[in-house]
């Protein structure tokens, strides 16, 4: 079992900046990717980030040039660097990790994005 933790959501004016963060404990042998899905109220959760591996990263087009993922494999950690910050970003934003073809989520931790 993976147990993931998030911290780093809060309130932000638009055109801020926001660190999220993902760190994954419990057994954890190799995993393979890791990344970041949001869920905005009333729509479908929707992949903003991930990284695989070490190296390999892909974006939602929504957040191209503004969000950066990043792995410190030595925590076991994930980053999501959020810039530029939009009111459409507001959602709850999840950690996700896969190891051994299991899928782990966290919590989840609330980004708001208003004035």
């Known amino acids: 079992q993976v147990q993931l933790v998030e911290s780093g959501g809060g309130l932000v004016q638009p055109g801020g900046s926001l660190r999220l963060s993902c760190a994954a404990s419990g057994t954890i042998t190799s995993i393979s990717a890791m990344g970041w899905y949001r869920q905005a109220p009333g729509k479908e959760r929707q992949l903003v980030a991930l990284?695989?591996?070490?190296?390999?990263?892909n974006y939602a087009d929504s957040v191209k040039g503004r969000f950066t993922i990043s792995r410190d494999n030595a925590k076991n950690t994930v980053y999501l660097q959020m810039n530029s910050l939009r009111p459409e970003d507001t959602a709850v934003y999840y950690c996700?990790?896969?190891?051994?073809?299991?899928?782990?989520w966290g919590q989840g931790t609330q980004v708001t994005v208003s004035s």
């Open positions: 996700y990790a896969v190891q051994s073809g299991y899928t782990y």
């Open positions: 990284i695989i591996r070490r190296i390999n990263t």
